[in-house]
């Protein structure tokens, strides 16, 4: 079995599936030889053109030379953009893009002044530079495939894959464009020094030139070039192939010479093929031997509504309409303006777009040759469509789902297989545009993978930052714990005591403030248990005390109606003053001391609840426990309540002593007592120094009087509660009956002490 460089020196071919033969219509331009327009007075120069985003180094206003760089980048992909002519930059703007879009782009505007001055080129002998070098130089000069794609041709010629095999691409199978035809007859010597170069780089086994069988004169040109050139002997041959469209697509072209098909989703480098077109082999020759930049390159202009039909060698910007009045444009009404072919290319609605480093024709037919767009009709399912599909597609499916905006089904049928030929639209009965419809779902998928990649660089760059924010408060923790057993270290033995003791100190009082935290919480759930038995002996008390309350002010009463009926007039001795309304001092004194003691009683009474309250705490929460303890429990809270009876009666002390202040509303004071003396003198009409001196003498008896009797009531008092005390320390476990009685007899004591108080002090009257 023959190798596959066998079969290559002997010619052998293979069939490319699917494929159709529409008419060539080569003859209207291939007839004379490359001519060169005069040139435009304004250019158009998109920035960027290839690549990636680049950065403009020109102003408005500056003056250029041709080949000049007008940007510059860092990119992988990036291609410099160069001025096509000498003139000056008269605007930056976005002008509309020689796309199927037409969106706007950023384009730098240079006005030609005319003169067409080259800047200092540098030439170079292939020979004197190194492999890098050369490849540097082609980046620089901005190279790009010239064969329709665009794609950096500094990026083919640096693969990492070994190569096998190169194919130069001169089939140019789209009708009606022969740009490369034209080359190939005229620039064949040029050509071959820039496959020399191509060799040198690459090193492959065999170097095939492809070129369709219905041009002759391009293939008998290309045979003698090679005979000229400094190739190998026997590495380079010319091969035929049958004209059919689309043969001269990469992969089809790959499956027609060696026979391989390339798999989806890879590239002819990974099975050590490369395809490079014939423009392209004489730009990298022109770059290296001339030092000119990509700044030209042939353009066919053909139809019938061209007068002037040709291949016209075009600078990079040259605005589309510029350039068809010079061949003798004669548009109709309905006219299309095509950039490429009839098959791949597309229609251009502003003829102001630029010429680009991929536009190899403009196409401007009649309605004869191209009718206007007919009425898109329904599917009828006829299957054309797939058996057409050099790329064994289903077109049929494809469109489907890109009419319904399914891209990703779409995308599962290999939508980016899809050469975008147009052999599906061109047999399709229906005048169904199917390649739009393919190119917009394409479009669609790429913007949604450009957003997918932003997505992802924002969540790498968000969990970048959480990181630096974790890593700076680990770091943060460490210093901080580094100074601290620094400052450990450096500490005195004085100070490690003073901090060990102040440590002690706070772990204290957190304990006690535990302890105290669960005593309450224990004594407040003892007392929520115990609120149904306190309940009645809560009330009792309050009886107790509102019938002490009552009893007094009944007694009060009773003595101020008694002496009303005494005769202002009487002459008492000074113990016995007589105050206003006719009331003895010695009445009102036994009054108050009767509202004292009522107010004993009650809060008597009081303690004795609380007493209850405690003692019934301390039932409900012993009740299980030993009786020994009970009774100590009852004890403390026996204790209790006589020091809060005691503190009680210290306050009634204090607040009877504060009666005897001057300004004191409802209250028998000495001062007043004094007073009423004076006036009662003043009535006897005796002499005012001895009314004076009499009124003195009777308020201090007063107020001897006044204290004698506190004393006495606080000596009953004490005498009181501290047999009330010792009763309820005997009886620590006294039912609430027991405790209700003892109230009520607290009462009914206070209530005869004070209706005694009350009547002595009547009788005495």
Known sequence: MLTLLEQLDKGSLWQSPGGIHPPELKQLSNQQAIGRLPLAKQFVVPIPQVGEQARLLVEVGQTVLKGQVL??????????????????????????????SGLPVLSCIIDADGYDNWCDLITSDPAALSNDDIITKIKQAGIAGMGGAAFPTHIKLNTASEIDLVIINGVECEPYITSDDRLMREYSNEILKGIEIIHRLLGPQRIIIAIEDNKPEAAQAMQQAIHLSKLPANSTRVTVIPTKYPSGGEKQLIQIITGKEVPSGCLPSQLGIVVQNVGTAFAIQDAIYSGKPLIERVVTFTGKNIHQPGNYWLPIGTPVAAALELVDFRPSTTQKLIIGGPMMGYAIHDPYVPVLKGTNCVLAPSNEEISPDSDEKACIRCGECAIACPALLLPQQLFWHAKAQEYDKAASFNLQDCIECGCCSYVCPSDI??????????????????????????????????????????????KAKEAAEKRQANMKSSDKDAVAAAMARIAAKKAAQSNEANLQSIVKHDANDSTGVDKKSAVSAAIARAKAKKAAQSAEQFSIENNATQTPSNTHNPSDSVVEGGISQQNLIAAAVARAKAKKAAQNNQAITSDEAVNGLADSSTSDTDPSLNDKKAKVAAAIAKAKAKKLQQTEIASDSADTEPNEDNSITASANGAMAKKTIADDNTDPAEQDKKARIAAAVAKAKAKKLQQVETSNVES??????????????????????????????????????AQQAEKKD
């Open 720 to 757: 009181q509660l501290s047999s009330s005390s010792i009763t309820l320390e005997q009886t620590p476990n006294l039912d609430s009956a027991v405790l209700d009685k003892k109230a009520k007899i607290a009462a009914a004591v206070a209530k005869a002490k004070a209706k005694k108080l």
């Open 433 to 478: 545009p199917l390649v739009e419809y393919y190119r917009i779902a394409k479009s669609a998928l790429r913007v949604e993978a450009e957003e997918k990649v932003l997505a992802e660089q924002a969540k790498l760059r968000f969990e970048a930052r959480l990181q630096r924010l974790e890593d700076e408060k680990l770091a943060r923790e460490a």
């Open 71 to 100: 940007t510059e980048g860092t990119g992988f992909i990036y291609l410099p953009v160069h001025a096509p002519t000498s003139g000056t930059v008269t605007a930056i703007k976005a002008v509309a893009s020689n796309h199927a």
